[in-house]
């Protein structure tokens, strides 16, 4: 089976920064597309940086030159590195990826269980 394990949350200051991280471990899975979401109570969650096995990137608008998405193969590891956080910033982030048995099926996705990230002062 297919687990997926976020670590880096917590409390930072406006225009602090934070870096998120999230391991993937599944005997005989390859890990697709990767990506990190976030969810603030009463609202859907959102995309906010995706990146593909062979590290092309999106990011949503809100983040875009504030937020990287990078990962390590070998590592089966994806990162969020956010900077000049803001208020607004402050929400659970989910980590997701689309795995494959090496077996042969087709991708399915999976999702971590959350990181609380809190932007205040």
């Known amino acids: 089976q297919v687990q997926l394990v976020e670590s880096g949350g917590g409390l930072v200051q406006p225009g602090g920064s934070l870096r998120l991280s999230c391991a993937a471990s599944g005997l005989l899975f390859r890990f697709l597309g990767m990506g990190w979401y976030r969810q603030v109570p009463g609202k859907q969650r959102e995309r906010v940086a995706v990146i593909t096995s062979g590290g092309s990137t999106n990011y949503a608008d809100s983040v875009k030159g504030r937020f990287t998405i990078s990962r390590d193969n070998a590592k089966n590891t994806v990162y969020l590195q956010m900077s000049s956080l803001k208020p607004e910033d402050t929400a659970v982030y989910y980590c997701?990826?689309?795995?494959?048995?090496?077996?042969?099926?087709?991708?399915?996705?999976?999702w971590g269980q959350g990181t609380q990230v809190t932007v205040s002062s």
């Open positions: 997701s990826a689309d795995a494959v048995h090496l077996s042969g099926g087709g991708s399915r996705n999976y």
